[in-house]
């Protein structure tokens, strides 16, 4: 009776493959809600909070917190999902070493160039943007060690990432029942005061403890594969709960940092779950094949695209105008178009450049053709 089996392994097999597909998608989708969320608007402080309830307030608050910020919950699933077989696989010394280098090196470089350009405009008077104000400043704009960065504010994603991969070996020794202990209890600290600056976003390590567990009950194939209607319907209820805290939260004295903190959670992690559901549909189209050829181009865009906005965005908002003006919706929309174009072009130069910088700085992803003498060798 062997074609059973070969069947139930081909499935196998096809399965892996569309997972791998499907991280891929999601990782694309979620690198343009990053980018999204730090879309340039013109305006700070009390100027654009005063849009919030305006036309292009609204679209951009929808955008944003509606969808946009589910991208750093399903990246931090993913990357728990992925942590136990390359452990496994490399280490513990090798594994750490190399997140190492392919993920906190990155960081504190591209940190590193973000202070010489977007601050050296800055001081040159091309931009408004952060300059050093000390030495204490400057550590922590390298390293986010003590609070979030001024100028690649999302850098912090990395550096929880890193702490988490560190803790990675102990994690994955722990029972399902503990990790979700875990997630919780990382939940509780985020919504707590700050006290400790291990984990600037404490829930990074709680969703990349639950991926530990998807993992281990093999539920990435089945939550994507869900009926739409099961995987839409807990995200229009949370979508519910937002707008009425918004609207009579105040009023009915439920706005607490507490109730506030807990639905955007369970918000961010309904569309989470949304995106990761597309995803999976995406993985065997034709769409889907597109957007995975961008994918080793997302960590770099990542890491680039708040330059590219701080020095980009004023110089193209003289044209558009800042959020409020009638041109601004067609810039917004299209701001990740654009600062992956810029990303890719970066990513070129580098890789003509110095191949060894390239790869370093995109954390691996980037690595220069085979030439046709190493091809046919």
Not at 51 to 76: F, H, K
Not at 104 to 132: D, E, F, R, T
Not at 188 to 209: E, M, Q, S, V
Request: charged share 10%; hydrophobic share 55%.
């Amino acid at each position: 009776m062997p074609r059973p089996v070969f069947q139930e392994s081909h499935i196998l097999v096809a399965e892996r493959a569309r997972l791998s597909r499907a991280i891929a998608i999601a990782r694309v989708l979620c690198i343009v809600g990053i980018v999204y969320v730090h879309a340039w608007t013109g305006l700070w402080g009390p100027a654009l909070t005063a849009l919030d309830r305006t036309p292009q307030g609204l679209m951009r608050w929808g955008l944003i917190e509606l969808l946009a910020r589910s991208s750093v919950p399903l990246l931090s699933l993913i990357s728990g999902w992925l942590v136990g077989p390359s452990l496994a696989r490399r280490g513990t010394r090798s594994f750490i070493s190399g997140k190492a280098r392919t993920v906190l090196l990155p960081m504190v470089l591209w940190n590193a160039i973000a202070i010489v350009v977007v601050s050296g405009a800055a001081w040159l008077g091309w931009l408004y943007a952060p300059q050093p104000t000390s030495w204490v400043w400057l550590f922590n704009e390298l390293t986010g060690a003590l609070h979030p960065n001024e100028i690649n504010v999302q850098m912090p994603f990395l550096r929880d990432l890193f702490v988490c991969l560190a803790l990675a070996p102990l994690l994955v020794r722990c029972p399902d029942r503990v990790l979700v202990a875990i997630a919780a209890g990382a939940i509780g600290w985020g919504l707590a005061p700050p006290l400790l600056p291990l984990l600037l976003r404490p829930t990074i390590l709680a969703f990349f403890a639950l991926g530990i567990v998807v993992r281990r009950r093999d539920l990435a194939a089945r939550l994507g594969a869900m009926p739409l209607v099961r995987v839409i319907v807990p995200y229009a209820v949370m979508v519910a709960v937002k707008l009425a805290l918004d609207i009579v939260g105040a009023s009915a004295g439920l706005d607490t940092p507490v109730v506030t903190g807990l639905t955007d959670i369970a918000l961010r992690a309904a569309t989470a779950w949304c995106f990761w559901a597309l995803a999976w549909r995406l993985a065997n189209r034709q769409l889907g094949e597109r957007l995975m050829r961008l994918e080793p181009a997302m960590f770099l865009l990542f890491c680039v695209h708040l330059i590219l906005i701080w020095c980009a965005g004023p110089a193209i908002g003289a044209l558009t105008g800042p959020i409020g003006a009638p041109l601004y919706p067609v810039f917004f929309l299209v701001q990740p178009a654009l600062a992956l174009g810029g990303a890719l072009v970066i990513g070129r130069l580098l890789v003509r450049l110095s191949p060894p910088l390239a790869k370093v700085l995109s954390g691996g992803r980037l690595v220069p053709p085979p030439s046709r003498g190493t091809a046919a060798g």
